[in-house]
């Protein structure tokens, strides 16, 4: 086809190229500062047509617009939909042949290409900048433009290289996403446009025509089949938190009579190809899959989105369920979520190797999440606040259709959070529930915490049920884990009027009355013991890669399981884990107490070759014996000292005479008189 005439109206070619008489809500606006060479941020709903808002304007400016886009898929997809729409599109690609990589540069060449599709890896090519600097490059699109930010969940280290592209071809660039939060936004302006504010378009969040629905798990594979089951014949998405997962549940998806099949990152890249052909082609495919699949699918008519386990975050959630009905029409949603969900999110997050207040932050947006699941009243309503818009109940997801059962539930959370306030809020939400429960365990009983005021006082509930309650209080956001006390739970000050009984809180009774005991497998340290349990590990983990070594030659879970157990607060005492060798605790012991008690006693190591040995208590006794006569017994004395190498010597030896002393030590005349009595009557007590 013909190029466009840059004084083209662009809803005449929105027409006649696309077909469609009139932009969607918010397009036109985008559009239009795109083709005017603005740069632009826009934030648009998953659907809301972003990808027009740079392919329109790329037809109405000369020279070549450069799409930078994270998936193969996407970009085929969209370069064969312009192609068959007559424009000049293509991509480089890993994924393309020889004769389409070819016909690309071809193309270029000749000025004919309007729009070129490339891998944000690509942009490492050395070849890459001269190619775009010889192309006569106009403008720079950039999709999923969060990519760019380093914390977010879909992080791609080369959307870094993008601002250095602008900033070298000297031309506008349109950022898009459906997914970013002001923190985000921040992230994209500093790092794609120099933390200059481009010309931002924040659009409507809101997908109304997506049902959302929330379920605690409660046979989580029968409730995705019977879910499957009343949806069947339809297009639809199942993602799940392990690769294993994928392949179990399509497998049972597959033999309950639907057309399935499984995706995830370790499957060979050919098989997963034929996973994203077959879902764009096939009707009725159900791809049972991790967060690999789906970022940019192009396909039009999911019909529901079901997750598993629950989403890392509330975007992550955003994004993922925005993948069904992309064509406006009626899509449903399921998420289905439990306390080993949160646990292993939680521990996610901390295990991690980001900095506290990301992390923080990181625990936070997991609370909105679990605010969503833990709802009250419209979910609609509670996930647009989230992202900074006010909404109408929408009549549009389960507790709009069914309203939950309420009850004031003001007297259990004051229970829970009295509990923690007497622990010091030093506890995470197991062992307050077994003080709740007055259950007499040897944790409870050596901390004294049978003695409190709320021991026994929350047994009108089971442990279940506890947990049930717990998990609303983290929803309301009246409970958060401290990352710098592992995962204990401290109150926020919203729960400080709730607990001085000036303010009320409202539960759903359905989720605690139906709330069953655990069937799962048993967790490897209790819930109290956990959070510290995954610092360990992600300090096992940091140490691990700067030594270019597997995780376990430090330490073996083993070995920090015992360690998050039996919390030693001295070297003596973490030389009594299992597994700690003195080679290990030499190398490894102060950096592992650091995470589990904070300061770390500073020890002369010689001492420290001594530790976990009653040699150690003696080298201790000797040392104190030394300062208490370092000027005399009067204190008058010229100071006199032995180094910390011989007393070590002597804890190791314990001589029993003075002449013994004297040939081990071969100290002056005047120390031996000084220290001989006292250091020979310590070593007395230890025969």
Same mark, same amino acid.
């Given at each position: ?24 809500p ?8 795109v083709i ?22 790329a ?13 193969i ?13 007559? @424009? ?22 000749d000025g004919?290409?309007k +729009? ?6 690509? &942009?490492?090519?050395?070849g ?9 490059v *106009? ?10 930010s ?14 250095? +592209? ?6 506008p ?6 997914t ?26 809101? %997908? ?16 995705? &089949? ?11 998405? @199942?993602?799940?938190?392990? %690769? ?15 057309s ?16 994203? @052909? ?24 999911i ?5 598993a386990?629950?989403p890392?975050?509330i ?9 069904a ?17 949160i646990?292993?999110r939680?521990?996610?997050? !901390?295990?991690? +190797? ?14 909105a999440?679990?605010? +969503? ?17 006010d ?11 069914s309203p939950? !059962?309420?009850?004031?539930g ?34 409870i009983t050596?901390?004294? =915490? ?14 279940a ?20 006390? =592992? ?5 926020t ?49 940091a ?13 073996n ?41 904070g ?29 208490? &006569? ?12 032995c *180094? ?5 010597k ?7 005479t ?12 005047a120390k ?16």
């Open positions: 086809m013909s190029e466009p005439a840059p004084s083209d109206d662009p809803s005449a070619l929105l027409a006649r190229i696309w077909g469609f008489d009139a932009f969607r918010g397009q036109e606006e985008v559009v239009r500062a005017a060479g603005h740069n632009v941020l826009a934030i648009m709903p998953t659907g809301g047509g972003k990808s027009l808002c740079f392919q329109l304007p037809l109405m400016r000369n020279g070549l617009t450069v799409v930078i886009s994270p998936l898929a996407l970009m085929r997809d969209q370069v064969r939909a312009m192609k068959q729409a007559g @424009v000049e599109a293509g991509a480089l690609t890993s994924g393309n042949t020889e004769e389409e990589t070819e016909e690309v540069f071809a193309a270029i060449d004919r290409l +729009l070129l599709y490339m891998a944000p890896e690509r &942009l490492a090519s050395g890459a900048l001269n190619l775009l600097r010889r192309a006569n *106009s403008l720079i699109a950039v999709d999923e433009a969060h990519c760019v380093q914390w977010g969940h879909d992080f791609r280290p080369d959307y870094l290289r993008i601002g250095e +592209l602008r900033r070298s071809l000297g031309v660039l349109a950022a898009f996403t459906a970013a939060d002001e923190e985000t936004r921040a992230e994209i302006v500093t790092r794609l446009f120099d933390g200059v504010q481009p010309e931002t378009f924040l659009r409507g969040f809101d %997908r109304p025509n997506i049902h959302l629905a929330f379920s605690p798990k409660d046979q989580p594979r029968q409730q995705i &089949l019977t879910f499957a089951a009343a949806r069947k014949g339809q297009s639809g998405i @199942v993602y799940c938190g392990t %690769r294993a997962k994928t392949e179990t549940l399509a497998r049972a998806l597959s033999e309950a009579g639907h399935a099949c499984h995706y995830h990152g370790g499957m060979d890249a050919e098989d997963r190809r034929n996973v994203e @052909v077959r879902f764009q082609q096939e009707d009725g495919l159900i791809v049972v899959a991790t967060v690999a699949f789906g970022m940019g699918v192009d396909k039009p008519d019909r529901w989105v079901a997750h386990d629950l890392k975050s975007e992550a959630y955003y994004q993922e369920i925005g993948r009905g992309r064509d406006g029409a009626a899509a449903e949603t399921l998420t289905l979520y439990g306390p080993d969900d646990r292993l939680r521990s996610q997050i !901390d295990e991690g +190797l980001a900095p506290p207040e990301r992390k923080e932050a990181d625990h936070g947006r997991l609370n999440l679990l605010g +969503l699941a833990e709802a009250t009243q419209c979910r609609r309503v509670k996930l647009l606040r989230y992202f900074g818009e909404a109408a109940p929408c009549g549009n997801c389960d507790l709009c259709d939950p !059962d309420l009850f004031d003001t007297e259990a959370v004051r229970k829970g959070l009295s509990a923690a306030l007497r622990t010091d809020e030093r506890f995470g939400a197991g062992h307050l529930i077994e003080i709740l429960l007055g259950s007499s365990t040897d944790k050596q901390r004294g =915490h049978d003695k409190l005021s709320t021991f026994g006082i929350g047994r009108d509930l089971s442990r049920q506890w947990q049930a309650v717990f998990r609303q209080m983290m929803g309301h956001d009246l409970m958060r884990p401290d990352a710098e006390r =592992h995962g204990a739970l401290v109150m000050a919203r729960a400080h009027p709730i607990l001085r009984g000036e303010e009320s809180i409202t539960l759903r009774r359905d989720l605690v009355t139906k709330a069953k005991a655990k069937t799962t497998a048993k967790a490897l340290v209790s819930d109290e013991d956990a959070p510290l349990l995954s610092a360990l590990k992600a300090k096992r983990r140490l691990a890669e700067a030594a270019g070594m597997p995780a376990y030659i430090i330490f879970d083993r070995t920090l399981i015992e360690m998050a157990e039996k919390r030693p607060t001295t070297l003596d005492e973490m030389a009594g884990i299992g597994g700690v060798g003195a080679k290990k605790l030499e190398s490894y012991g102060a950096a592992f107490l650091g995470v589990i008690a300061a770390v006693e500073e020890m002369h190591p010689s001492r420290r070759k001594l530790a976990g040995s009653p040699a150690g208590e003696i080298f201790d006794r000797l040392a104190q014996a030394q300062r208490d &006569l370092e000027r005399g017994i009067d204190g008058l004395a010229r100071p006199l000292s *180094s910390a190498s011989l007393l070590r002597i804890a190791e030896a314990k001589p029993r003075q002449d013994d002393l004297a040939r081990l030590t071969r100290l002056p005349e031996l008189e000084r220290f001989g009595d006292a250091f020979l009557a310590v070593l007395a007590e230890y025969r």
